[in-house]
């Protein structure tokens, strides 16, 4: 089948001659051929230059870029890919871990596959495509999976119906591709975590605070910590692991809270060192019944879009100043933004002026990221969307 031919407008190609993954609607000039979501398509610039090739979709970007060659994009082409992933992660020592089975193999664009991430839970492959060309290769992926893990993978669930647009023509249903379990208890450095893929948010959990909750039980010994935004109840886990002395954990979903307390059961914890809340989280701040000592606040994103970014970043001013102003003297404060379009030296900058208002003296201790497992395409700066401060106030 002929692919369609894209042409970008005059100085469009710069990004694309950078091996930036995404080529932006407005960016194209002129289409040749037919053009069908989920087609790869031939990518040139104006002086007939061969760019690349990628997955066509309606919408803001138009192409993902899977290769800047001229070469064969086929079932060994995904496979090689998907399976460079794999090495990457068995070299940084995250496959076959007797303290930690939940990691992401596919980081979408950090793993040159944009449009798919694949989490990985106990034995359980959950495949999230964000393109329709990468959901009508879930089957081809589950074969791939299969053949790269042998036995040792039991569950490949499909769920894309979330993270791809609804104004598709196709039709698109969450399904299991492989095996029929809905949840399991995974292992992060050793402690356990109830994940359900069919019913929890994203794939089920968030993989992506890993080397952070370490970092939060480090400095949780002793101390008094409340847990925003606390969903499962990660953050939670890793203090009352290692000490501390009260631990509350607050989300406005009832359903998250339920979720939280299970997970503190199952990691042998009681009423006696936790306590859950189903409320807002500014609400609950307001009029906090303790001076906490440790507060993690990691809001969901704030902003998906340009246009809601202003509006986000006061959100974020709010939140934080209202967490400096309530926390104990000499209190620790993990603070996060996981909004792509807020970058990291405009959330640093609203932290800044969220001290300011707080008129408390402040000290950061850490910058942080997210872990390796998430891996950033070197060509493409939107790839680091976690941000992360540790803060000493005074």
């Known amino acids: 089948m002929n692919k369609a031919k894209i042409v970008l407008k005059s100085g469009k190609d710069d990004a694309v001659l950078r091996q930036h993954p995404w080529i932006f609607s407005g960016a194209i000039k002129k289409t040749y051929g037919e053009t069908n979501e989920g087609d790869i398509v031939d990518v040139y610039n104006n002086k007939d230059r061969f760019l690349g090739q990628g997955h066509w ?3 803001s970007i138009a192409v993902r870029m ?3 060659t001229d070469e064969e994009i086929n079932y060994d082409f995904y496979k090689n890919r998907i399976s460079a992933a794999y090495n990457m992660r068995d070299s940084i020592g995250l496959i076959n871990n007797a303290k930690t089975n939940i990691y992401r193999l596919i980081f979408a664009e950090g793993d040159n596959l944009p449009g798919l991430v694949i989490d990985f839970y106990a034995g359980a492959a959950i495949i999230q495509t964000h ?6 290769l879930r089957h081809d992926i589950a074969k791939i999976l299969q053949e790269i893990y042998g036995d ?23 399904e299991f591709l492989f095996g029929d379990k809905e949840s399991i208890v995974a292992l992060e450095n050793g402690n356990k975590f109830e994940v359900n893929w069919v019913s929890g948010q994203k794939t089920g959990f968030f993989i992506d605070q890993r080397y952070n909750r370490e970092l939060v039980g480090q400095y949780s010994k002793g101390r008094k910590v409340l847990n925003t935004f606390c969903y499962t109840g990660g953050f ?19 359903k998250a809270i339920d979720l ?17 809340f189903a409320v807002d989280t500014m609400d609950f701040m307001k ?10 606040l990691d809001p969901p994103a704030y902003a998906k879009h340009k246009k809601v970014r202003h509006q986000a970043v006061q959100g974020y001013k709010r939140l934080n100043a209202t967490a400096f102003k309530n926390m104990a003297p000499g209190g620790i404060l993990f603070t996060f933004s996981c909004s792509q379009v807020v970058d990291r030296r405009l959330f640093e ?39 992360g401060l540790v803060l000493y106030v005074e």
């Not at 393109?131 to 009508?136: A, W």
């Not at 039991?154 to 023509?169: D, F, Q, W």
Request: glycine residues 6%; aromatic residues 8%; proline residues 3%.
């Open 287 to 296: 009029d906090m019944p303790e001076k906490y000592e440790l507060i993690i």
């Open 260 to 276: 939280t307390n299970e997970n503190v059961e199952l990691n042998g914890f009681g009423k006696d060192k936790h306590d859950a």
């Open 349 to 387: 900058s609203t932290v800044l002026a969220a001290a300011i208002h707080s008129g408390r003296k402040v000290k950061i201790l850490h910058h942080l990221s997210q872990p390796a497992d998430h891996p950033q395409n070197i060509y493409h700066a939107e790839g680091a969307y976690l941000k």
């Open 57 to 59: 979709q309606d919408g």
């Open 236 to 254: 939670s886990i890793y203090a009352l692991e290692q000490g501390a002395s009260l631990v509350h954990s607050v989300d406005s979903s009832a």
């Open 131 to 136: 393109s329709i060309g990468m959901y009508l």
């Open 66 to 68: 899977l290769s800047f």
């Open 152 to 174: 040792r993978i039991h569950t490949i669930y499909a769920k894309s119906k979330e993270s791809l647009p609804k104004s598709t023509a196709f039709d698109i249903e969450n």
